[in-house]
């Protein structure tokens, strides 16, 4: 029966606070329009975070999940493996439950009645991969060590998608054939609807094969390209297994295709491996939108205790009429939730539509990224955060009173002690959110600087326009056949394209690396300079598409590429580091493309991961008619007309090739500096809204200033005071607040910064010019928030002021 009572008193409360914030529409929509906002930015940023970085990887124990990671001098340099380090890890460990290794890959089938082919991501991977992760197919059967031999490899596990796209969810799908480029592959198990690894990859991994190592890769160490996983024994701390592994490394050589003094494999917790690169700058942005959901905070509790003063009288009559304290406290947290649940609900609804905005902006590469969205977890946050601000600034009001009698509550509004606190509570809370917006203000400048600098970066190479499709014809090794030449001179006669070229290996934003051993024919290597080479195949016209400028000497010759020519051009970078002092034309240089080559002209340095990316030596040889490559041409009209012709050109030379989608080298540049963009895109908006709430927050109280010294005013303006003279007055009183929250914003900012140093771009972390500007940018805010109610106070009537009561 007392929860009823309860409950009934409750909804009473609800009732009425309701019909009091309906009463005030304009304070109303001033809470709700700050708190849609920042719940909305709150929910959808952490919906990012839990998605990349938060949420625990969806395996059984997955804390005994691990990585083998190679690292030097503590660093972690690169997760790839080569086969023989793998063959011989998984040979001597004693330490795992299992040791798998994976490759990503694709499969190329040819859709029933289609002319294009499917392209199919598929990972290679060996027997132990899904003992290890813990998972089991809904259907069929898993691979064996059987199966990584040739002629015992052709079955294929696939994906939940897979089954219900291609095969309409057919129960028969054991045993049926997918028809392959490579030949048919035998389907013998399907996994559950909810398995995906990579976790949450945009692009789900959608069959699995067994891995074999090519004869060529058992012994020599020809590339590292394996990812190694593994799952402790249950006895097997990650020290223990660190040292053994240690142990192993000691007495073999482990690290991939060429492995650098000091080289050595270490252990990673899985999640940490696969999403620790992101985790950083995530926890970063959740921090900054934290900030700005603090800044509306403080605002909305100074709102709201201007209002409980303004309603002084309507608390008192309520307390004479046999309210008790309890009850007008919970009337008042009422409505501070009420507020907050409402602006909480309305902001979940718009982070539901920036999500997919996020979603776009962010690199395409991070794990979890599909796996964005508003679900349980994040309402749950979103419920909980809704409670903790209202409860935080709804007790504001509370504060601000005497606790005798809920203090001024039965007052007339007049007591000093009473006015005086609340005075305390609303200056406190206006230097905090100004110096809070200082340090979001501060952060926002250092990465959008970073951005303006990053952008400004030459990465020798003019990206826009430009339409990359890859081209791996089947016939490539042969030398007869169609060759690229032909399809370069198909696709140069399109419309609308200006200049058409092809290269391998390190195109630039292509995330490839293809390098060779480097020599010097007759002398040494200089001190220093690198042992090896990046070495890339080029058609005619390549610099010309790229526009990389010639520095020295010529381009290649349509018959040099014809006749596979023994003659190279380098880079700046490979000119000065391999023949400091000397005229590098004429020079001969080895880099594994068998007899020297002779240099016949420099080109320009091309950053090719970026502008973050270093410059490394590199060595481009024509392309020869049977190279596979990338097919690179400069529109001048559009793309969406000419992309089809392209690929009707490439199939008319060869009619089975499987096209992955074209792209433009501008997107391959987009995803190098997608991070970057995201986290200035993102603190930019963060920043704008800060600054708005803390305008909105000084107008609101130098406003409220301004109502309550009304009769003041008319009285020191009937006594002779000048309006110039109480507007400056206004003013002043501001300021004060304004410095008291710069002098502490920037005080914090400072040293907030540093831990933000790594994130930034050619700019210091107390670049002093920049906190001047967030200075000068905030004063300029509060002072034109401020003007309007100064100027009020500067046209108040005095006869009007003098016959308030």
Not at 112 to 123: F, K, N, Q, S
Not at 127 to 140: D, H, I, K, Y
Not at 598 to 610: E, L, N, Q, S, T
Request: charged share 20%.
């Amino acid at each position: 029966m007392g929860r009823f009572f309860a409950l009934r008193a409750l909804g009473r409360d609800v009732r009425s606070a309701y019909r009091s914030l309906r009463a005030a529409p304009g304070f109303t929509a001033a809470v709700l329009v700050v708190m849609t906002l920042s719940m909305g930015a709150t929910t959808a940023v952490f919906s990012v975070v839990d998605a990349v970085t938060l949420r625990g990887l969806p395996f059984d124990e997955a804390d005994r999940l691990v990585s083998l990671d190679r690292t030097v001098s503590g660093r972690v340099v690169t997760s790839s493996y080569a086969a023989p380090d793998f063959l011989m890890l998984r040979a001597r460990q004693d330490v795992f439950e299992g040791l798998a290794a994976v490759a990503d890959g694709s499969l190329v089938l040819r859709r029933d009645g289609a002319v294009e082919p499917e392209i199919l991501r598929t990972e290679r991977v060996s027997a132990e991969f899904f003992p290890v992760l813990r998972v089991a197919p809904s259907r069929g059967r898993l691979f064996t060590v059987d199966n990584e031999a040739s002629g015992h490899d052709r079955v294929a596990v696939i994906s939940h998608g897979l089954w219900q796209r291609r095969f309409g969810g057919a129960p028969d799908i054991l045993g049926k054939r997918l028809p392959a480029e490579q030949g048919e592959i035998e389907i013998i198990g399907v996994m559950p609807a909810g398995f995906a690894y990579p976790v949450g990859a945009t692009q789900p991994t959608e069959l699995w094969v067994p891995y074999v190592v090519p004869d060529a890769e058992r012994v020599a160490r020809v590339s590292a390209y394996l990812t190694l996983i593994a799952r402790l024994k249950d006895n097997v701390t990650m020290g223990r297994a660190q040292a053994r592994i240690d142990q192993i490394a000691a007495a073999s050589v482990v690290g991939g295709a060429a492995p650098g003094p000091g080289q050595v494999p270490t252990l990673r917790d899985l999640h940490e491996s696969l999403t620790g690169y992101a985790r950083t700058w995530m926890l970063m942005l959740l921090a900054a939108v934290a900030c700005m959901l603090l800044i509306a905070c403080a605002n909305i509790a100074n709102l709201l205790l201007v209002r409980a003063t303004v309603r002084t009288r309507e608390l008192a009559v309520r307390s004479a009429l046999g309210a008790t304290r309890w009850q007008l406290a919970r009337l008042l947290l009422v409505e501070s939730l009420l507020l907050s649940v409402a602006g909480t609900a309305l902001g979940v609804v718009v982070a539901s539509g920036g999500i997919e905005i996020l979603r776009s902006l962010l690199p395409p590469f991070l794990p979890g990224l599909a796996d964005i969205a508003i679900d349980a977890r994040v309402l749950t946050m979103s419920v909980a955060a809704a409670l903790v601000t209202g409860l935080g600034f709804g007790l504001a009001p509370l504060f601000s009173r005497s606790h005798s009698a809920m203090g001024v509550l039965t007052e007339s509004g007049r007591a000093s002690t009473a006015s005086t606190r609340a005075q305390w509570l609303r200056t406190t809370f206006l230097v905090s959110e100004v110096a809070l917006t200082v340090v979001l203000l501060v952060g926002t400048a250092l990465f959008l600087t970073s951005f303006a600098r990053l952008m400004r970066v030459d990465v020798g190479v003019d990206y826009r326009d430009v339409l990359t499709v890859d081209v791996r014809p089947k016939s490539a090794g042969s030398t007869s056949g169609p060759g690229l030449e032909q399809v370069l001179a198909r696709v140069s006669a399109i419309p609308g394209i200006e200049t058409v070229a092809a290269g391998s290996g390190n195109v630039p934003f292509s995330l490839s690396v293809t390098s060779a051993p480097l020599s010097l024919p007759g002398r040494n290597l200089p001190a220093g300079a690198p042992r090896s080479i990046g070495v890339s195949g080029v058609s005619t016209d390549y610099f010309r598409v790229l526009r990389v400028p010639l520095r020295r000497g010529r381009y290649f010759t349509a018959a040099e590429g014809v006749s596979n020519a023994a003659v190279v051009i380098l880079n700046e970078m490979a000119a000065t580091t391999l023949f400091p002092g000397e005229d590098p034309i004429g020079q001969r240089v080895g880099a594994g493309f068998g007899d020297p080559r002779i240099v016949i002209g420099i080109v320009g340095d091309v950053r090719g991961f970026g502008p973050e990316g270093g410059i490394d030596l590199q060595a481009f040889t024509p392309l020869t008619r049977t190279t596979r490559g990338t097919l690179l041409a400069r529109l001048t009209g559009s793309r969406a007309a000419i992309e089809p012709q392209v690929k009707a050109a490439i199939w008319s030379e060869f009619p089975d090739l499987a096209i992955p989608s074209p792209r433009m080298l501008e997107d391959g540049f987009g995803v190098l500096i997608a991070a970057r963009r995201f986290s200035m895109i993102l603190l930019s908006m963060f920043g704008v809204l800060g600054i708005a709430i803390a305008g909105v927050g000084i107008h609101g109280v130098m406003s409220y200033i301004v109502a309550q010294r009304t009769r003041e005013i008319g009285i020191r303006m009937a006594l002779g005071a000048l309006p110039s003279e109480i507007l400056l007055s206004v003013l002043r009183r501001a300021s004060t607040h304004v410095a008291a929250g710069l002098a502490v914003g920037l005080g914090m900012a400072w040293l907030a910064a540093t831990s933000v140093e790594k994130f930034l771009f050619r700019v210091g972390s107390h670049d002093l010019r920049l906190y001047g500007a967030v200075a000068g940018v905030l004063v300029i805010v509060a002072f034109a928030a401020a003007l309007i109610p100064a100027r009020w106070a500067a046209r108040v009537d005095p006869l009007v002021a003098l016959r308030l009561e």
